[in-house]
Nanobody
Framework: QVRLVESGGGLVQAGGSLTLSCTAS????????MDWYRQAPGKQREFVAR???????NYADSVKGRFVISRDNAKNTVYLQMNNLKPEDTAVYYC??????????WGHGTQVTVSS
């Protein structure tokens, strides 16, 4: 079992920044890919960003150039630096940790609210 705990969400004005953190614990034996997803009210959950075990990153078009995903393997922690936030970034943000076989483990999410 893997436990994921997200933190860093909150209320911020448009144009501001936040950094989310997600720490994995439990059956962590190797460094695997970690993703961020988000779900806005009334919308489906959507992919935000990914970082592989080797550090390769990719982003949803809607956040490219504004968000940066990074990781600290020694701490089993992934970060999401969010800059130039927009009201449409308002959502619950979730991190995932992938293990071949079982698949993705999900955290419980952290709320990000961007006011206009």
């Amino acid at each position: 079992q893997v436990r994921l705990v997200e933190s860093g969400g909150g209320l911020v004005q448009a144009g501001g920044s936040l950094t989310l953190s997600c720490t994995a614990s439990g059956s962590i034996f190797t460094t695997n890919r970690m993703d961020w997803y988000r779900q806005a009210p009334g919308k489906q959950r959507e992919f935000v960003a990914r970082i592989t075990s080797g550090g390769t990153t990719n982003y949803a078009d809607s956040v490219k150039g504004r968000f940066v995903i990074s990781r600290d393997n020694a701490k089993n922690t992934v970060y999401l630096q969010m800059n130039n936030l927009k009201p449409e970034d308002t959502a619950v943000y979730y991190c995932t940790y992938y293990i071949p076989g079982p698949g993705d483990y999900w955290g419980h999410g952290t709320q990000v609210t961007v006011s206009s």
